[in-house]
């Protein structure tokens, strides 16, 4: 027994419980902490708590997650939280908290459980349109139940509820982008086609939280992006999943596709209509920002015309359909 025991796997953790203090979306934090082996070669890994899928919740990572310890040697392990459009409408609404218990497992030896907590700070990244339409008030000046319970609205119970409720025609954070862009981009060479700033978008992005548009300043490209990464980030796209498989039907019959338009929960239809009439403005300027109108349907078409199954992308035949669909608004009367 003595034997057996003195070769049982043993470590020392350096830290077992992590808080991560105002995480913010696509804001990348770590914390980190050292794995001690003792005399005995072990092989340590996260390993998934029952009935769950993962070790960790999807907007954590260990870094690495398993690996092999020689006697008297360690190890540091890297937790890195980072939320992305995965991620963040769960956090918005309150479904989901930064809580999560991670299990590291020795093999031969004991478990060790870790403790990660924190708070996610909501934003209008990841939120729905009919949410943000809802919020007179920037999304980080209201209570977590108040964004919660706008979420959980369907978007055809906010849509029959508009008259009662007086909501913006369309949310206050896109049209700040768009104005932005309108008042200082409109002649901007490869607008849409080049990458912004990375740092900038921390900006752009608690601007648009804050409501502290006076204080936006930044590159053109960069609140290009931003725009393209809210619109991606919508937990529901422009067009809805349930007029996906129509558009694609009727994208070389403007009449049908414009019927579908119409059909559209009002918030998401003014969404559409103010996105065509921008791009539309954008291309009365094609002469000095060089784009046409198959470049804003190809950066587009994927964007509002989204794969119901969420997460399989476009084939080439569907993206060709979603950019034609895109299309005839950019060049028709809307």
Known sequence: ?????????????????????????????????????????????????????????????????KGFLLPDSHVEIELELFVNKSTATKLNSGKDTIEDILVLH????????????????????????????????????LPLKTVSDLTLMSVQTADDRSQLENPMEIPKELWMMVDYLYRNAVQQEDLFQQPGLRPEFDHIRDCLDTGMIDQLCANNHSVAEALLLFLESLPEPV????????????SGNYAASKQIILTLPSFHKNVFNYLMAFLQELLKNSANNHLDENILASIFGSLLLRNPARHQKLDMAEKKKAQEFIHQFLCGPL
């Open 1 to 65: 027994d003595k034997m057996e025991n003195a070769n049982i796997p043993s470590v020392t953790l350096s830290k077992r419980e992590f808080c991560f203090e105002n995480v913010k979306y696509m804001q990348l934090q770590t914390e980190s902490f050292t794995i001690h082996n003792s005399q005995v070669p072990c092989q340590f890994e996260f390993i998934n708590k029952p009935d769950e899928e993962s070790y960790c919740k999807q907007w954590l990572t260990a870094r690495p997650s």
């Open 106 to 141: 020795l093999e031969r030896g004991k478990d060790y459980f870790l403790s990660v907590s924190g708070n996610y700070l909501p934003s209008c990244f990841g939120s729905p349109i009919h949410t943000l339409c809802y919020m007179r008030e920037p999304i980080l000046d």
């Open 239 to 250: 067009i809805c999943y349930s007029a996906y498989h129509s558009c694609l039907e009727c």
